[in-house]
């Protein structure tokens, strides 16, 4: 029996989008972001940021409510919009997300173990697979702990900036980014909350899915927005636009500038805590896309094996695993994010679409129709706008995996003999 196990409450379900958000942003890219949109653009670029993830998640509620199995937008793409753009959905999702996982894992190296950071991202690979494989339940279970660490760290760091910063409010206004600045320090900021989906990704074991993913994904979404609004405030009123731009390690730096340097330890192990609920969470919902892919031959078949006893796609999840490791070996963390963003962008681009194609919902009261439409734009948007090295790469992989869409194609359906007007004589 191929299926999963519908093991997923509400309450867990917003554990594992919490897992999946919570890190990228506070501890990647704040500061790529900053310099990006300087001061007075990075608090703007976070807020269109989540409004267009909150276009997305209204879309991808209603689609996984109506199409509560794992694959996410690579289901509904084909089903509302044809092979092909579940097929583009699906490669954007998991090379966008495997460069994630592996942006994820250097990480991991760089604040554990600097002077050693592959080696120590590949062991964190192969952790983080060995507690996936164990079954969903035991994840949920693993990134409810993380999550609450997590948690408690970033208040220590919001409370020890408040308390001792001191947080001059006048530096929210420094200039550094342009209109364009706003635009790809949002499509960066991106990156932070496109974890609200391992939800809709997970939807084949979640109960009631009609009810707890609605639910589910604009909670996790709202919590972390507003950590994250709360944080960039705090980190650009302590250190200002161009230290924020320039440092690895913000939260770090705001602890030490308060008088507490001793406490950027707690904050080092705190980061890895939450990069570490993230990875879990990604390798999760990519080897359930590849699970969705498989049952499809859009990839080989035998990735869509799930376990007997944990009933897991382990196949698929150790294929992940496996690329994951190589591109560790030859990757750079802020190339990874800028290829995940684009890609991942054009992803939810085809979520909203979809979207657009199920009419009007009588029974929610917000117009889901109109942002469908702005979550569509908005995510075309950002992804052209992000550096132009992130852009190529994007669109150049999207190619690719088109190119061989097609020619898988046209080799299970080859053209037949010329038709002719008259029978042979």
């Given at each position: 029996?191929?299926?999963?196990e519908?093991?997923l ?11 999946s ?7 990647v ?7 990006a ?25 209603r689609?996984a409510?109506?199409y ?12 509302r ?36 950071a ?8 192969l952790a983080v ?9 035991r ?10 660490l997590?948690?408690?760290v970033l208040?220590?760091?919001a409370?020890?900036?408040l308390a ?16 364009r ?10 990156f932070a909350?496109a974890?609200?989906a ?13 009810r707890t ?5 604009p909670?996790a ?8 609004l709360v ?13 924020l731009a ?9 602890v ?8 950027a ?5 705190g ?7 993230v990875l879990l969470s990604l ?8 699970l969705?892919?498989a ?5 080989p078949g ?47 681009a085809?979520?909203n679409?979809?979207a657009?194609?199920l009419?009007?919902?009588p029974r ?15 995510c ?14 994007g ?9 061989g ?21």
């Amino acid at each position: 029996m191929n299926q999963l196990e519908r093991r997923l409450g509400v309450p867990d379900a917003v554990v594992i989008g919490l897992g999946s958000m919570l890190g990228a942003g506070v501890f990647v890219v704040f500061g790529p972001a900053a310099a990006a949109a300087g001061g007075a653009g990075l608090l703007p670029a976070l807020v269109l940021a989540g409004f267009i993830a909150f276009c997305n998640a209204t879309s991808s509620a209603r689609l996984a409510a109506r199409y509560p199995e794992s694959g996410g937008t690579y289901v509904y793409g084909r089903e509302r919009l044809g092979p092909f753009a579940g097929f583009l959905a699906g490669w954007g999702f998991v090379a966008g997300k495997t460069a994630s996982c592996a942006a994820m894992a250097l990480t991991i190296g760089a604040y554990l173990w600097p002077g050693h950071a592959r080696v120590v991202a590949v062991a964190a690979v192969l952790a983080v697979t060995a507690v996936n494989l164990r079954g969903i339940g035991r994840t949920a279970t693993a990134t409810k702990i993380l999550v609450a660490l997590v948690l408690a760290v970033l208040a220590l760091v919001a409370v020890t900036g408040l308390a001792g910063g001191p947080v001059e409010l006048d530096r929210l206004g420094d200039p550094g980014g342009s209109g364009r600045g706003v635009l790809t320090a949002a499509g960066l900021l991106f990156f932070a909350f496109a974890g609200y989906a391992r939800i809709a990704t997970l939807g084949e074991e979640v109960r009631d899915p009609e009810r707890t993913i609605p639910r589910a994904v604009p909670l996790a979404l709202g919590l972390v927005l507003a950590i994250y609004l709360v944080l960039a405030v705090v980190a650009l009123g302590v250190l200002g636009s161009d230290r924020l731009a320039n440092s690895a390690a913000p939260l770090a730096d705001v602890v030490a500038a308060a008088g507490l340097p001793g406490l950027a330890w707690v904050v080092r192990a705190g980061a890895t805590v939450a990069v570490t609920g993230v990875l879990l969470s990604l390798l999760a919902g990519v080897g359930r896309t590849l699970l969705a892919m498989a049952r499809r031959r859009d990839v080989p078949g035998a990735l869509a094996a799930v376990h007997p006893r944990y009933r897991v796609p382990h196949r698929a999840e150790l294929a992940v695993a496996a690329v994951v490791v190589v591109v560790v070996s030859l990757g750079d963390v802020r190339h990874a994010i800028g290829f995940s963003s684009c890609t991942v962008l054009v992803y939810y681009a085809i979520t909203n679409a979809a979207a657009l194609t199920l009419g009007r919902d009588p029974r929610r009261k917000l117009p889901v129709q109109v942002l469908a439409a702005l979550g569509l734009a908005g995510c075309l948007l950002l992804a052209v706008n992000l550096p132009a090295s992130s852009v190529i790469a994007g669109f150049a992989v999207l190619a690719a995996g088109a190119a061989g869409y097609a020619l898988r194609a046209s080799r299970s359906h080859p053209p037949g003999p010329p038709s002719r007007s008259h029978p042979p004589r």
